[in-house]
């Protein structure tokens, strides 16, 4: 019996069991934005599943996965997952976007919930910037010490710098 999730940044993960290994299948709408990949999570942690790929009209993803496997990465059971927006196609600047979705850490994810931010990719993450009022509450405070203070598009913005997975790294 297929158990079926909405995956957080848009789509839907089905996955079944079939003896010592978990069928798993993402699909979300194409939107034309860019390349997605799609990550399990369990409990205690996640797991990259794959790069969602064009198929009749929608982005899809089918992955056989052993439960030991699952297991090792803190998946099993799998509680949901997500779809991220790893390679945008426009590259030419910043674009406005939710910041939950790019978030690969829980406690960022949370955090994030509800965050309108600028997001500018490049090849190997991206850079998310949010509004800066030292009057108003820090937007993304569990990574208040990775953030600069600079201007984005003329606003006075806190700028983070993440990898590739959505994991923040300190800029140089």
Known sequence: MAETFDLDGGGQLSIEQDGGFVRCEATRPNDGQGIYKAWLTG????????????????????????????????????????????????????????????????????????LSALVLG?????????????????????AFCFAKVEQVEGRLCAVFSFDGQGRPRMED
């Open 122 to 142: 490049d090849r190997d993450g991206f850079r998310l910037a949010l509004p800066f009022d030292s009057n108003r509450p820090f937007g993304l405070a569990p």
């Open 43 to 114: 409990a205690g942690g996640t797991l990259l599943l794959g790069t969602l790929a064009p198929e009749r009209g929608e982005l899809r993803l089918c992955r056989r996965v052993s439960r030991d496997s699952l297991v090792r990465a803190g998946c099993w059971p799998v509680d949901g997952g997500r779809c991220v927006l790893a390679f945008p196609f426009s590259r030419g600047g910043w674009v406005r976007e939710s910041a939950e979705r790019r978030m690969s850490d829980p406690v960022l994810r949370r955090s994030a919930r509800g």
